[in-house]
């Protein structure tokens, strides 16, 4: 990072202001892109499934080892990568990811068209699961590095005003890769291309995205932007240096990434984090398992189409807890608080009447869980991160967001992922009942995790001037 000199304080705010807030459309349209890229090129590979296993010969077991795989490697990367981008630079992180998912598409698409399975089954699931291990870790820079961006250039006080709004926006980059994936392999089929076509064109989007990102500025003190973080740091500068000793000195570096176990020690990450794995394993439940409960009362086309509300309801989420928690001065926890506890009273209601329900009031339902969900695990991961990486003991100094929003979302996926080996054991010896009370306790833990911030920002202590909760809520 370019160290900053007298010339570029003395410039005035508004001047810095004005440069910073016009790259700020320009790095939200990157990062959108990049993670979109990232579900984009993800989702393809399940919408073609089918095709793997009927045309290509894949297995059942190597398509669920590929997703077992991919989910470990994507776990332990976004903990990785979230401290890759505070130490290295995040643009070239977020564009090794990039070319590396779009490379290990292509190599699909090489297995596919020489047909390793068909030469030699062992020698081809090994390749496959080899590649799928890389896809995991190429695929998580998304998340914990362009978050850290967005972190960079909207870091002005109007910005962190309505930060949750910002970052609710950002975060439908998943759910836009999603559908487009999804379309994108209507229209290959529908056109009458071979179905790897659909894993070709994310593969080359991806490697186009990558060459766009690495012209994306990073932060903006790479181009001489004085921001408040930087102003921050310079005051705790010198600061320091009235504090030395004759013939000492203290060179500005920048500030310096943060280590795991500092990220661990800021107030309220360690809970975010286990409280996050609560609430995305609720999230992966309901997502996996959805069709499958629905399949037993209704035919396979309904029971998808009805199962397909909880997804559109999740879109939305994150747009409307951000603007909430916004218009209540970045109380999030208490936005997330409500939410959660609403999911838990639908969440019962559905373990009672979901069988007997008609499909309207279940398309409804399952829309509004989407939403109660969706929204408190979007924000979690960008807007409560930003928070949480502000605080005063590391703004200014430290790097961190990278490794926090890193370290939440690691951690979730891991917790989520142990999290779903219980569903299939539950509902096979007590029933479907038993997952819904899983859930529901589930979804209480998250929450009781997060009561000691709801507290706070409900009754805030009296020497808070309600300034410093709107602008780092922790």
Not at 12 to 41: I, P
Not at 118 to 128: A, M, V, W, Y
Not at 140 to 166: E, H, Q, Y
Not at 351 to 364: D, F, K, N
């Amino acid at each position: 990072m370019a160290s900053e000199t007298t010339s570029l304080v003395s410039k005035s705010e508004d001047e810095h202001l004005k440069r910073l807030k016009a790259y700020q459309w320009w790095a939200f349209f990157v990062t959108f892109g990049g993670y979109f890229m990232a579900h984009f090129s993800r989702k393809c590979y399940s919408t073609v499934k089918q095709q793997l296993q009927d045309e290509a010969g894949y297995s059942s077991l190597i398509l669920s080892a590929m997703d077992t795989t991919f989910m470990a490697t994507y776990a332990v990367g976004n903990i990785v990568s979230g401290k890759l981008g505070d130490t290295l630079n995040p643009t070239t992180v977020l564009a090794i990811g990039l070319f590396g998912s779009g490379t290990c598409l292509f190599l699909i698409n090489v297995s596919l068209w020489f047909d390793f399975v068909g030469f030699s089954e062992q020698l081809g699931n090994f390749f496959i699961l080899a590649v799928y291990f890389m896809f995991g870790f190429f695929q998580s820079t998304g998340g914990p590095v362009g978050t850290a961006v967005m972190g960079n250039w909207f870091c002005d006080k109007n910005s962190v005003k309505n930060r949750g709004l910002i970052f609710g926006l950002w975060t439908c980059h998943q759910y836009c890769g999603d559908i487009t994936a999804a379309l994108c392999t209507a229209w290959v089929l529908g056109m009458g291309l071979t179905y790897w076509w659909a894993l070709l064109i994310p593969a080359l989007t991806n490697l186009g995205w990558g060459f766009l990102t690495m012209r994306l500025v990073a932060d903006p003190a790479d181009v001489g932007i004085i921001t408040d973080e930087v102003r921050i740091r310079m005051v705790k500068l010198e600061t320091a240096r009235a504090n030395l000793k004759e013939g000492e000195t203290i060179e500005d570096e920048g500030p310096t990434p943060i280590s795991y176990s500092a990220a661990i020690r800021i107030p309220m990450v360690a809970q975010y984090a286990v409280a996050f794995g609560f609430f995305k394993l609720t999230n992966y439940v309901l997502f996996f398992w959805l069709p499958y409960f629905l399949g037993k009362n209704f035919d396979p086309v309904t029971a998808n189409l009805i199962a397909a509300c909880y997804s559109v309801g999740m879109m939305p989420g994150g747009i409307i807890v951000g603007f909430v928690s916004d218009m209540f001065g970045g109380r999030r926890a208490s936005v997330i608080g409500v939410f959660m506890t609403c999911l838990i009273i639908f969440l019962s209601v559905f373990a009672v009447c979901s069988e007997t329900l008609h499909p309207v009031a279940l398309l409804v339902m399952l829309c509004i869980m989407g939403i109660l969900v969706g929204g408190p695990n979007n924000i979690i991961t960008s807007a409560v991160a930003a928070d949480l990486a502000s605080h005063p003991s590391v703004r200014g100094s430290n790097k961190s967001l990278g490794t926090v929003t890193g370290l939440i979302n690691g951690t979730g996926s891991i917790t989520a992922s142990i999290g779903l080996l219980a569903v299939g054991p539950l509902q096979e010896t007590f029933g479907w009942g038993s997952v819904w009370v899983f859930l529901i306790g589930c979804t209480a833990c998250g929450t009781l995790l997060m009561t000691p911030k709801i507290y706070d920002e409900l009754f805030p202590k009296a020497e808070d001037d309600g300034t410093e909760m709107e602008s780092t809520n922790v």
